[in-house]
């Protein structure tokens, strides 16, 4: 399976504006998060989705070009040129403004990816998200996202793959998957219980 790290960048953040390019110690914040993702070990390449002024690409230490790509403002839109300049079965996404993400973060986001369309790691605090995306299942996604669906990628599945019941709708789908299993309860993995949900 081919997973690709994708860093979801733009220099049009609203309460600080040009951020990932701000300064922290010798580098800058996207620059810290492109030397963290790079010691990812379950990633093929590592892809900046940009938005901004034409910037001078960074280049890794050892001299190799870096993958970019320029796209909309919008990242659900950014997101489907990246895949289609760089095709792969899965991606990690990761934002720009998380300088302390840890590789292995993206890792268990990519290893997720096994067993699930969609999977969260949220690592040790607030900042050091990965979500791991199967690429067919956020293509056919992506037309019908909405509002905060476009930027914050996950919610169209958060919206839609839940096996907790908080809310009727909840229930009711919680039913729908019961109504559909074949077999004793206990013998579904979750991952076996969201493909029963979209069939």
């Not at 996207?30 to 901004?52: E, F, H, Q």
């Not at 280049?59 to 993958?67: A, I, V």
């Not at 403002?73 to 840890?102: H, M, N, Q, T, W």
């Amino acid at each position: 399976m081919k997973i690709n790290c994708i860093i979801q960048a733009r220099m049009g953040s609203t309460r600080l504006p040009g951020k990932v390019l701000e300064k922290i110690g010798d580098s800058t914040l996207l620059g810290m998060v492109l030397s963290r993702c790079d010691l990812a070990r379950n990633i093929d390449k590592v892809i900046v989705a940009w938005n901004g002024p034409k910037y001078d690409k960074a280049q890794k230490k050892d001299g190799s070009e870096r993958y970019w790509v320029d796209g909309p403002e919008e990242p659900a839109a950014r997101f489907v040129k990246v895949l289609a300049e760089y095709p792969c079965d899965g991606f990690v996404r990761v934002c720009a403004d998380s300088p302390f993400i840890d590789a292995e973060s993206v890792d268990k986001a990519a290893n997720g990816l096994q067993d699930f369309v969609y999977f969260q790691y949220n690592g040790h605090a607030h900042g050091n998200q990965a979500e791991g995306f199967d690429t067919e299942a956020f293509l056919r996604a992506e037309p019908s996202m909405q509002g905060d669906e476009r930027e914050h990628l996950g919610l169209w599945f958060h919206h839609r793959d839940r096996l907790t019941v908080d809310t009727p709708a909840d229930l009711e789908r919680a039913r729908l998957i019961v109504s559909r299993m074949t077999k004793p309860h206990t013998e579904y993995t979750a991952a076996e219980c969201l493909d029963l949900l979209r069939k």
